[in-house]
């Protein structure tokens, strides 16, 4: 009976010796793994969030608006002047030009859409566009431009930039209307 006690013993001894080295060996594998899983996590994410970045960044921006204003007793012509702020080209889809006697109200702009202009004109960043056409006001001075400019950029996104300027008797312009209507995206 004592050789037997003793038998076990060593057994359980080796047996504990063995297993728990594998076990610390078990435990650190899946801590690694635990840890490798959160740093990836945590790169996805970056990647991720570089890749939402990068078309903002990368994008057309288009402004404009009214530009060479002439007023001969009170009635007015504009021509309309666009440039791409942005780094890469833009597909300008059209524009519109309108004038108003009254200050235009409210947070939504409304347009009369059959004064837009249809167009595929490609504005390269940096450049400045202006087409070849003159808009003139039925409306006597003071009065209201209003209008829009729609583009494309490469990433087949639409945007537009809306401008509303007042003119004054004087031919005096400045922006004016709810921010709604000097508003891009």
Known sequence: AYY??????????????????????????????????????????????????????????????????????DQASVRLAMQNYGKTPAIIKGWLVEFLAQEPHGRKPSYDESKRTEANEILEPDKLFSPAMTFRSETPAPFFIVGYIAYDDVFRKSHMTRFCVSVTRDAKAAYAGHPAWNNYD
């Open 4 to 73: 037997i006690c003793q038998a076990q013993a060593v057994i359980a001894g080796s047996i504990g010796a063995i297993l728990l080295p594998l076990i610390a060996l078990l435990l650190l594998l899946v801590l690694s793994t635990l840890m490798l899983w959160i740093y990836t996590r945590r790169a996805a994410n970056a990647a991720r969030v570089a890749a939402e970045y990068v078309p903002a960044v990368e994008r057309a921006y288009v402004f404009g608006g009214p530009t060479d204003l002439f007023l001969l007793h």
